[in-house]
């Protein structure tokens, strides 16, 4: 049974275990029951016409037994009757008895009851046959003086559509409505009048909305709407008229209604460029935004704000209002939170910038004291890396963010550590004038970091820019603190040895004495801890490191002790301080080496990290200029190096947006006139006018601007054979979140096909919205069914189904031919989109779903293979062009991309050329797919498999 079909059992509560009852059965119920029994039996023959079933017997019998009875249900029942009935003999003549059925119809709209008048209304809306409605013209021209305003705005609707069908019925309608209008109170019945003259007279609507202008914001807001759509229309055919309706768009901007200033700001905006005007629309948005609780609304109206932004001119209006934007921050969802921040940054400027700053400030402050919001930490990133971007596109105010963000060097969240980090890194490479600031306050917090990965860096940091015989010795003192008592190993044992039973304590006086392991007597004050040894929380940080087993640190710390044992060499000339700093250093790496080696630490230590520290022993012992230059100069190229090389992909992507915004038209390029065109130029500029017309509507369509014609071919999936008795075909449209399938149905007999029907399910996360409608194919004749389809996610998606039929004058059973599947590809879903580098690593550790994919293609270059992939993927290749030049024989990149239900794709792709097999053997290699949703990368892997085995000629 078809889902429509259950929809009208559900609605007219029938069993759905009962068999269809026959015609004889029914006709005695509808003539003999009673009200409930011909209730139930009314019900029945509505199920069964919807089923294609005939029952000529029976309209005769509702006319003369069931029609007169003024029984609600039996009244609503009956409309949906007469809607569904045929009304005409086979050769389009109107039924004899349909006549005594229009007597009814008036009798209803006469009705005393207001609701049997509006549906009768609005029942009429559907009616298609001219003799049916004309003798009840006088009734429904009378429904319009009805005392309520139910009868009244069905009644406005019901004449609308009686002229738009059949306007010799009612030819004044026009000048009828807009009498109506003039003198009517409800906002219900104004506005479907006023919808009317919109369509259907467009001028006499303009004459009433001139009379009332001034007034505009005293209607109520679904008339408001109208208006709206009234101006934009207008202003749209005749630009001239602009001036006339401008202010009433002003006025509609201050609406108590949230969806009149929203159409209204967005009508605006189109109808003028003015500075003053994009501001009055950009902060009515800016309104919406804080004051609607939806976060959808947010998100929908902050896109309206990121569009305006796009339009150079008036970007520039927008930088007036980055303040007033900020304010959204108060909105505690977090995607809502990263666009606002997110365009915050793209309108920031330098008269702007310092208020920016001092409003970030206060939230990194506000978010050190939240902590019971699940998106506090994520929140509290998004500031750090907005306050970082801010920094390096305005250097002044590096000074006055660096000090705040510090802090967080010894937060709990250690990826917001991480982004701190990261910051505090470029700025003292980019910024000579700060780097006595940074390493001040990088000592301040150097204590308190408890993250061994923040510990690393932050090593690092201080061992490459400390260039002061204070700030070493400074390095040198918070090392030792950090480290403890040395050496560790016999510091650790004595501290096993000396630790002290429970019982043996006495708790007595300011001062107790306490009984060694030896039998001697020791003496603790009460001031301080009573506890006999150091828990492990107690620990010195780095200490803590070691002894958990992370070595990698002590690898970092060696380094950096080598770096500022060599620069303080350089700078003091004294031999025994010198001496005395190298065999400092040197006794601390020894240390570590000795506790590496040990059984304290929870792991060993690793043979990488024992060559390392070893290593640094060794240039320590020696001091030469070379390892001096290597340690000290070498490492701050490298650095730099890489932020010039991140800076100038920065500024590549930049470029690249900028391009897209402005279209470059030069001085010489001819101006080209439709009215002149060629009729063969004509088409050709009438198909790209209309794909820029559905540019908006996803990637589907800009693709297609290429050769449209050919892939609207590409996109045709024959679902019949070229023999079958019907022959299908359908075109798949893409559009966002929607499936649109028109399928064409061919009739390849000489029989007239009734009640074809196209039956259409779905596997995957996908849903047909509605059953197509039957129809009824003439020899050799062919029509269109258009079937949509809705979209949960990024899965493989599979439509099949069947097309049923009944011919004419044969008593057989219905016949049925079955089609063939149709394949939904997720690449209409896949965009490339970009991530960091380290929300790509954390992206990689959490999602849970993995698809390895064995490289298996005909392809010999690697470079080439890649490029396959990403065409074949539509993923963005995350890996820098330049660590990927260059040949050595194997290749490893990371790809990303997003789809538009918000679902993340990660892939990486490790392939090599085996060069032992000849200069002709393919590129082999795996992918490794990770996903969020277990669809996501199955379907993932899916395309690369069929896609991969393709050459790229």
């Known amino acids: 049974m078809t889902a429509a079909e259950n929809v009208c059992y559900t609605l007219i509560n029938v069993p759905m275990d009962s068999e269809p009852p026959s015609e004889i059965s ?9 009200v409930k029994l011909k209730t139930e039996a009314l019900k029945k023959v509505i199920i069964m016409i919807l089923n294609g079933e005939k029952l ?39 039924l004899q008895e349909m006549i005594l059925v229009c007597d009814a119809y008036r009798k209803d709209l006469q009705h005393p009851n207001e609701f049997i008048r509006g549906s009768t209304l609005r029942f009429l809306c559907k009616l298609k046959e001219a003799e049916l409605l004309e003798p009840l013209m006088p009734a429904i021209r009378a429904c319009l003086e009805h005392r309520h305003s139910y009868v009244r705005r069905n009644a406005v609707l019901a004449i609308y559509t009686i002229y738009r069908n059949f306007e010799h019925l009612i030819p004044d309608a026009p000048e009828l409505i807009h009498d109506f209008l003039v003198n009517e109170k409800d906002a219900s019945c104004k506005r479907n009048a006023f919808m009317m003259l919109i369509h259907a007279d467009q001028d006499r609507a303009l004459d009433y909305l001139s009379t009332c202008i001034d007034q505009v914001q005293t209607f109520g807001d679904i008339l408001q709407l109208v208006i709206v759509e009234l101006i934009y229309k207008v202003c749209h055919a005749n630009p001239s008229e602009r001036a006339r309706f401008i202010r009433c768009i002003y006025n509609l901007l201050q609406s108590s209604s949230p969806a009149v200033k929203y159409e209204a700001a967005g009508t605006l905006v189109t109808l003028s460029s003015a500075p003053t005007a994009i501001k009055a629309a950009a902060q009515c948005y800016i309104d919406l935004i804080i004051k609607e609780s939806d976060n959808n609304v947010k998100l929908i109206v902050l896109d309206r704000l990121i569009e305006l932004k796009e339009h150079p001119s008036h970007e520039r209006v927008l930088q007036d209002l980055v303040m007033d934007i900020l304010r959204v921050l108060s909105t505690p969802d977090l995607e809502v939170r990263k666009k606002t921040l997110q365009l915050s940054l793209e309108l920031v400027s330098s008269r702007n910038v310092e208020e920016l700053v001092i409003v970030l400030k206060k939230e990194v402050i506000k978010t050190n004291n939240v902590t019971e919001h699940e998106d506090t930490d994520k929140y509290r990133q998004l500031l750090v890396r907005t306050l970082h971007s801010c920094s390096v596109r305005f250097p002044d105010m590096a000074a006055n963010v660096i000090p705040v963000l510090m802090e967080f060097l010894s937060d709990n969240n250690e990826a917001a550590a991480a982004d701190v980090l990261e910051f505090v890194r470029e700025a003292i490479q980019r910024f000579d004038n700060l780097r006595p600031l940074i390493v001040e306050k990088m000592l301040e917090v150097f204590h308190a970091i408890k993250s061994v990965k923040i510990y690393r860096g932050a090593l690092w940091i201080l061992g490459e820019y400390c260039s002061t015989k204070e700030d070493i010795q400074s390095v040198m003192t918070e090392v030792r603190r950090s480290l403890g008592e040395i050496p560790i190993v016999e510091s650790e044992i004595k501290k096993e040895a000396g630790e002290l039973k429970p019982e043996e304590e006495v708790p007595v006086g300011p001062a107790q004495k306490l009984v060694t392991e030896m ?54 000339q004294e031999k025994k301080k010198q001496n005395s700093f190298i065999a400092e250093a040197m006794l601390l790496m020894a240390t570590i080496l000795h506790l590496g080696k040990s059984s304290l630490p929870k792991k060993p230590i690793t043979d990488d990290d024992v060559d390392r520290i070893s290593l640094c022993l060794k240039v320590l012992s020696e001091c030469s200029p070379l390892m001096n230059d290597i340690f000290n100069k070498e490492c701050r190229q490298s650095l730099s190096h890489m932020l010039s090389a991140k800076l100038e992909e920065e500024k590549l992507s930049q470029k690249k947006e900028s391009e897209k915004r402005n279209v470059t ?34 990637n589907t369509q800009r693709k297609e601007a290429a050769d449209p014609l050919a892939s609207k071919l590409n996109k045709v999936t024959q679902l019949t054979g070229f023999s079958d008795p019907v022959y299908a075909e359908a075109y798949v449209h893409v559009n966002q979140y929607d499936i649109v399938l028109d399928v064409l149905v061919v009739n390849q007999t000489s029989d007239t096909l009734q009640n074809c029907t196209l039956e259409l399910a779905t596997l995957g996360d996908l849903k047909l919205v509605e059953k197509p409608s039957p129809l009824t194919l003439a020899p050799h004749d062919f029509a269109n069914i258009k079937a949509n389809v809705k979209v949960a996610s990024t899965e493989n998606g599979i439509i099949f189904g069947n097309i049923v039929y009944d011919v004419s004058g044969a008593a057989s059973d219905r016949n049925c031919v079955v089609l063939s599947d149709i394949h939904i590809d997720i690449m209409d879903y896949i965009q490339p989109a970009s991530c960091t580098d380290a929300e790509f690593r954390q992206m990689w550790a959490e999602f849970e779903w993995e698809n390895k994919v064995t490289v298996n293609t005909n392809i010999i270059d690697l470079n080439e293979y890649l490029q396959h992939i990403l065409k074949s993927t539509n993923m963005k290749c995350l890996t820098p062009e330049k660590a990927l030049s260059g040949y050595c024989g194997f290749m490893a990149a990371n790809l990303y991309a997003r789809s538009i239900f918000g679902e993340d794709a990660l892939a990486n792709v490790s392939i090599e050329k ?34 991969q085995k393709k050459t790229s000629l």
């Open 914 to 947: 085996p060069i032992h097999l000849g200069p002709e053997a393919p590129v082999t290699g795996h992918i490794r797919i990770r996903a969020k949703s277990q669809g996501m990368a199955l379907s993932l892997g899916d395309k690369i498999n069929l896609s």
């Open 26 to 34: 029914l006709k005695n119920d509808l003539e003999k029951g009673d």
């Open 519 to 572: 039998g001697t007597y020791a003496t603790q004050s009460a001031l301080s801890s009573s506890r006999p040894a150091k828990k492990e929380e107690d620990r010195p940080p780095l200490r803590g490191f070691l002894l958990d087993g992370d070595f990698f640190v002590a690898a970092s710390l060696a380094t950096t002790l080598t770096k500022i044992a060599l620069r303080y060499v350089s700078l003091v």
């Open 56 to 94: 000529p017997g029976l309209l005769m019998t509702i006319i003369r037994f069931v029609l007169p009875l003024q029984d609600h249900t039996i009244k609503k029942l009956l409309l949906v009757f007469w809607e569904i009935v045929p009304k005409t003999t086979p050769d389009g003549r109107l």
């Open 665 to 698: 038209v030069q001085p010489d390029d001819p101006i080209s006139f439709m009215q002149l065109t060629a009729k063969n130029e004509m088409s050709s500029k009438e198909d790209q006018f209309q794909l820029s017309l559905l540019a908006a509507m996803g």
